[in-house]
């Protein structure tokens, strides 16, 4: 069973690398689940990590950024103002989830909190997900009942917090197998798989395949930006292999359904440095 996670982190993911995403599932009739940003896109405030973090230029030379993203979305956030993310393109929500395909939380300002969450205090937090979870209530008409962390970043303030949403499953770590979070006790459905950004693109379709070709369970994180842009090509590859090679490819909540919980451990998530990040995971 492979489980997709496709997360959307920008306005060019939403607005460009959706519809691409949307076509590709339909050429496969496949389901996956969409983790949405809602808010403000202040995509350009990375330009203030190469500064800070000599690991994140490296990383943005490695991925092509601006061919990925385009220049604009360089510039959202300091020499322009930040569009909104999802809240920009209600129609496109709507199109994801007329397609049968799971809409979950991924993030208000995706951004900041990849960047600046340890600063943060909980009250700036608590209202990060308030007004995500209002925008993503606005858009869909529902609470989620998932959420998985930008860039997979938690601590134990945000776990907390977690907590009385009461989700149903996270998907906020990078673990390698499935286990449940001690501070909130939910089920994490983890990404064990590698993204493309994060091993050489050209042979992405035969490390991940691999990777898989054993069978058990797995989840492959895809984003918007990536499968849905310069790597679709890729991506349709890697699902023809995948489903070659007998793999049953479903959204989170189906993947949730087929497990049987009681056999899962509970312990606390770890962070980590993984090969290809420039930041630490939650693992
Ligand atoms: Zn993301």
């Not at 220049?71 to 930040?82: H, I, Q």
């Not at 149903?168 to 990078?174: K, N, V």
Request: charged content about 25%.
């Amino acid at each position: 069973m492979l489980g997709l996670k496709i997360d959307v982190d920008t306005y060019w993911g939403m607005k460009n690398g959706v519809p691409c995403l949307l076509q590709t599932l339909k050429e496969f009739n496949l389901k996956g689940t969409f983790f949405l940003s809602i808010g403000p896109d202040n995509s350009g405030r990375a330009a203030l990590q190469i500064i800070k973090n000599p690991l994140f230029l490296r990383k943005m030379m490695r991925t092509k950024a601006a061919a990925l993203y385009g220049w604009k979305t360089a510039l959202y956030g300091t020499l322009l103002p930040a569009p909104m993310i999802a809240l920009s393109f209600p129609e496109i929500v709507k199109e994801i989830i007329a397609a049968g395909h799971e809409v979950q939380f991924h993030a208000w300002d995706h951004r900041r909190w990849q960047d600046e969450l340890a600063n943060k205090s909980e009250s700036w937090i608590r209202q990060w997900f308030a007004k995500g979870i209002a925008g993503f209530e606005k858009l869909t008409g529902n609470k989620p009942t998932a959420f998985g962390a930008p860039s997979w970043l938690i601590d134990d303030r945000v776990m907390a917090i977690i907590k009385e949403y009461k989700f149903e499953y996270l998907s906020c770590t990078r673990a390698k197998t499935l286990f449940i979070h001690e501070i909130a006790n939910v089920l994490e459905i983890p990404s064990d798989l590698p993204c493309f950004e994060e091993i050489d693109a050209q042979k992405s379709v035969s490390i991940i395949s691999e990777l898989i070709k054993y069978g058990e369970t797995h989840v492959l994180p895809v984003h918007a930006e990536v499968e849905g842009g310069i790597f679709n090509e890729k991506f349709k590859q890697l699902l023809k292999s995948a489903l070659d090679m007998g793999s049953s490819i479903v959204p989170l909540r189906e993947f949730k359904s087929k497990l049987t919980l009681q056999y899962i451990p509970a312990r606390k998530y770890k962070m980590e440095l993984l090969p290809g990040r420039h930041s630490a995971c939650a693992v």
